[in-house]
């Protein structure tokens, strides 16, 4: 079956604009998560949805960030007023719920630069 | 708070050489370990993760990770690297007790030389 898709794959955006990243989990998996990778780093969480729920967002730097699932399936990360430390790969990853971390399948993510 | 470091920036070997990669974590329970791989411009794709039983875990493309809880060390290893290895490896540590959300070190870039 098809995996983890992300749109737009690149996205260029002037300070102070805002943007919406959209991903589309893997059928079925209830829970998905965000995660935003900066240049020469490893990703860091951001967010997490058990189907519709936003069980953690302790990760969003700031509130300018936001994020919803409403229909437990496809997700958008929205950045508001876009600041160029927002320029990173937003990496959305879905897995099966269960008692213990399951495989996140990965997408390919969304790079975003910020002018 | 649970932690990951990768010691190694940058990684070096010639095609067919051995290769270990180093991972250290830090965590207050049964820590769950993955490493990831990474290609340019590509998602992460998992190689391998341990849970719990044994030490030793097999993961795909040849590559395996011995999980040392004396060291808090998850290393992977190659008995022998292919060009195609070259990428960007990511170790990660998660568990219940912060929502199954994983915390991943920094990343090795491993470069193969013919």
């Known amino acids: ?115 | 708070a649970q932690s990951v470091t990768q010691p190694d920036i940058h990684i070096t070997v010639s095609e067919g050489a051995s290769l270990e990669l180093r991972c250290n974590y830090s965590y207050g329970a049964t820590p769950y370990l993955f490493w990831y791989v990474q290609s340019p411009g590509q998602g992460l794709q998992l190689l391998l993760k341990y849970f719990s039983g044994d030490t030793l875990v097999q993961g795909i493309k040849g590559f395996e990770a011995e999980f040392k809880r004396s060291q808090s060390s998850f290393n992977l290893r190659k008995p022998s690297v292919h060009w195609s290895d070259a990428a960007e490896y990511f170790c990660a540590v998660g568990g219940r007790e912060y929502g199954n959300k994983l915390v991943f070190g920094a990343g090795t870039i491993l470069r193969v030389k013919s």
């Open chain 1, 1 to 115: 079956g098809a995996g983890v898709s992300q749109s737009p794959r690149y996205k260029v955006a002037k300070r102070g604009q805002d943007v919406a990243l959209r991903c589309d989990p893997i059928s079925g998996h209830v829970s998905l998560f965000w995660y935003q990778q900066a240049l020469g780093q490893g990703p860091e969480f951001l967010t997490y949805f058990q189907n519709e729920a936003q069980l953690d967002k302790s990760g969003l730097p700031s509130d300018r960030f936001f994020a919803e699932r409403p229909e437990g399936s496809v997700s958008t990360l929205k950045i508001q007023r876009t600041q160029q430390e927002d320029s990173a790969v937003y990496l959305c990853a879905s897995s099966l719920a269960g008692l213990r971390p399951n495989e996140q399948f990965f997408g390919p993510g969304t790079r975003l630069t910020v002018l």
